[in-house]
């Protein structure tokens, strides 16, 4: 298990996710808890790219549960199809939101959240979670940011 990260913010977000993900993998190597997994994944994405919050909202009957994240305080639990994280998980799909106040039903945990990825997180074919990273700048994220993230989740398939 990796002990330490080498984090590098002056090259482009391609280069730092193509930097992070070795070392979310080796930090990962040997350990089979989920919840420890999905601390250390957020905590990783948090520190190399700054974003305002990122963390898993686990799927517990027909609601998302929170889980482990990094940032301020947030929202606890989420129902199938509401928000962008309902959403996502409701789709099957990864979910881009350029401004969170223009996507429908949108729930503002925090109203310095500006824009918003949302991933589902799966065990084999199905969907335990999901991966929500917020921005507190608009139109954040784009289809580098779901690329890498979609390998990050992949990595976190159990």
């Not at 730092?16 to 250390?40: C, F, V």
């Not at 919050?53 to 509401?82: H, M, N, S």
Request: aromatic share 8%; net charge negative; glycine share 6%.
């Amino acid at each position: 298990m990796a002990e330490d990260l080498i984090i590098n913010t002056d090259i482009d977000k391609e280069a730092q996710y193509k930097s992070i993900i070795p070392q979310i993998t080796a930090l990962l190597e040997g350990e089979r808890d989920q919840i420890a997994n999905l601390a250390n994944v957020a905590a990783a994405l948090k520190e190399q790219f700054k974003w305002f919050w990122v963390g898993f909202y686990l799927v517990k009957g027909d609601e998302l549960v929170l889980g482990p994240f990094q940032g301020p305080v947030a929202c606890t639990r989420i129902k199938k199809g509401k928000g962008v994280c309902g959403a996502s998980w409701q789709q099957n799909e990864v979910l881009v939101v350029p401004d969170v106040d223009l996507f429908p039903g949108h729930i503002a945990c925090a109203s310095a959240s500006r824009s918003e990825i949302v991933l589902p997180l799966y065990r084999g074919e199905e969907i335990i979670g999901v991966l929500d990273v917020d921005s507190q700048y608009l139109s954040h994220f784009d289809d580098i940011d779901a690329k890498y993230l979609k390998e990050i989740v992949k990595i976190l398939n159990v």
